[in-house]
């Protein structure tokens, strides 16, 4: 199968992806953690060039939780300060080198370094007609997110709400439910990451720690996802039994 048509013939429109394991990955080479999580910048970078390749039209990253505050102080400075390197070195210029690429941060940007702030903004004005959007979720939560939502909605006058009303306040607004979600580092939670999105997401856990998963893991992902049969709660029209 030619590699674009790979995402359109499994119906594989967004990939989600817990990106964890970098701290146990630089401490089992005796690093600091700080540089597991810059072999995991390498790491999407590498990732999203291949979910690109196939043809996806979304991926969504967890970046930083919510919850992630609870950290020592010197690793929150060192991922926020690696964020932003990362957005001014590597993805904007990136930006500008490919208009149909579309970034969005998913999150509240308020409690963010002021610089790390304006270089998400900046980021986000650029290619708005992009079709291939990278969401990245920096001080993300999921139930932050609803409770967001719902105060937005209340703000602009609504006074119940129904399903459609609240996927449209969400951060991922413009991007449909992933289809698929893998987690990488072992854990199987989903740690507070698109509560209301991943209702029907095909889920991968994987031992793999972020830094070291790659073009191979995503293929073996997306074969494992080509096995499953989605059924949304009713019956597989194609076996059924
Ligand atoms: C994921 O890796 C990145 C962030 C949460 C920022 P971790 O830092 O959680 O790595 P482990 O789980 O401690 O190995
Ligand atoms: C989830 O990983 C958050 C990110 C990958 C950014 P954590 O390492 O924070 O999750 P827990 O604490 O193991 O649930
Ligand atoms: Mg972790």
């Known amino acids: 199968m030619v590699n674009e048509n790979v995402a359109e013939a499994l119906s594989l429109r967004h990939i ?8 146990r990955w ?20 590498k990732v999203m060039k291949k979910v690109r390749s196939l043809g996806v ?13 609870k950290r020592p102080k010197e ?9 932003e390197r990362m957005i001014r070195e590597r993805l904007l210029p ?7 690429l579309c970034v969005r941060f998913l999150g509240d940007k308020t409690p963010l370094p002021p610089s790390l702030c304006e270089a998400c903004l900046c980021a986000e004005e650029k290619n708005p007609e992009g079709k291939f959007f990278l969401n990245v979720a ?3 939560g999921g139930r932050d997110e609803l409770v967001h939502a719902v105060n937005s909605a209340i703000r602009d ?19 449909p439910a992933p289809d698929l979600m893998i987690r990488t580092g072992g854990e199987c939670r989903i740690s507070n990451f698109l509560l ?25 992902c997306v074969a494992e996802f080509a096995r499953r049969r989605r059924r949304y709660g009713g019956l597989d029209k194609e076996n059924p039994v």
């Open 75 to 83: 690793e929150v400075n060192g991922l926020m300060r690696l964020i």
């Open 26 to 45: 630089a401490t089992k080479r005796g690093l600091p953690r700080i540089s597991g999580h810059h072999e995991g910048a390498k790491a999407l970078i």
């Open 157 to 175: 006058g609504h006074k119940t709400l129904d399903e459609k009303t609240i996927s449209s306040y969400l951060y991922t607004a413009h991007s």
């Open 138 to 140: 920096l001080n993300y």
């Open 57 to 69: 039209e979304h991926l969504s990253v967890f970046a930083f939780s919510t919850e992630n505050w």
């Open 94 to 100: 990136t930006l500008n080198d490919n208009p149909d």
């Open 196 to 220: 209301w999105q991943l209702s029907y997401t095909e889920l991968i856990f994987t031992d793999t720690l972020w830094p070291d998963f790659d073009e191979e893991e995503i293929d073996r």
């Open 16 to 23: 989600a992806i817990i990106m964890d394991g970098n701290g």
